[in-house]
């Protein structure tokens, strides 16, 4: 069989990821909320551990709703980030969100036979095997945020791409941005991981910050890029029979250099 026949479902998957995450990404980069991204992921994986303890099947719909639920709950709580002064304390917290995350994934997967191979899974996952059904899923899904994110552009731009001393809108607008941000993350973590939700959402758009200035040109250079990751880490995967997430991650993380170099030969 053609390789590309095998890996196109990965890698149709992983460009539904960078059309979203990369516009995600751009948001976190400019509100100095690096982290935010990871954090989320990983309090989806909590929620899939808690499910998959309780005996659920871990890439189940009940799964979904567990992992939905709760990052959710953190978007929620995330929302009112804002209130808070000074980015460094923002980070703490969500630092803390992230380790205490983690840390109760391992403790409750701890309690099952299967439980640290399901953690490897969390953390990897498998985008290798996503089936075109769940890629169908995904699409509608992301389709309907990129309508209300297209509708209601000036208020979600203005949530981030403002200065401090504008006045921004309000609560609800910040957990609707967050909530939005929570159905991405839960949809990408089940399918490719927690590493390779987090590389998506921030690498591309930070090499594109590094090459571009404009948002518009920010978002389109961090979408060639990405892809162009996603092809070449998928490749390497396939050829040199290496785990797919990892090495996409890898490749990924070239991005910033590749960036550096095409902005010098700009210049």
């Not at 939905?68 to 929620?76: D, E, I, P, S």
């Not at 731009?157 to 809108?169: D, G, H, M, Q, Y």
């Not at 930070?206 to 040109?217: E, I, K, Q």
Request: with cysteine.
């Amino acid at each position: 069989m053609d390789p590309w026949l095998i890996l196109l479902p990965a890698f149709v998957m992983s460009a539904l990821m960078i059309l979203s995450h990369t516009y995600l990404g751009l948001h976190v980069l400019a509100r100095g909320i690096i982290f935010i991204d990871l954090a989320l992921a990983q309090v989806a994986a909590l929620g899939i551990s808690l499910a998959f303890l309780l005996g659920e099947e871990a890439h189940g719909l009940t799964a979904q709703i567990y992992a939905f639920g709760a990052t959710l709950t953190a978007a929620f709580g995330f929302a009112g980030l804002r209130r808070i002064p000074g980015k460094t304390t923002r980070e703490v917290i969500i630092g803390c969100v992230y380790v205490v995350s983690t840390a109760l994934s391992i403790v409750i997967l701890s309690r099952s036979t299967q439980g640290m191979e399901e953690l490897k899974s969390l953390f990897n996952g498998n985008i290798l095997w996503v089936r075109w059904e769940e890629i169908g899923i995904v699409a509608g899904i992301y389709l309907a945020l990129a309508v209300l994110h297209g509708i209601y552009r000036q208020k979600f731009l203005a949530l981030s791409f403002v200065s401090e001393e504008t006045r921004r809108p309000g609560f609800l607008w910040e957990f609707l941005f967050f909530a939005s941000f929570a159905v991405v993350i839960t949809l990408a973590v089940n399918i490719a991981g927690v590493l390779l939700v987090f590389a998506f959402l921030i690498i591309p758009a930070f090499s594109a910050s590094l090459l571009v200035s404009s948002l518009t040109n920010r978002l389109l250079a961090g979408w060639g890029l990405g892809l162009f990751g996603a092809v070449a880490g998928l490749w390497v995967s396939f050829n040199a029979d290496l785990p797919v997430g990892a090495t996409v991650v890898s490749v990924i993380g070239l991005l910033p250099f590749v960036a550096l170099m095409l902005r010098k030969m700009k210049i």
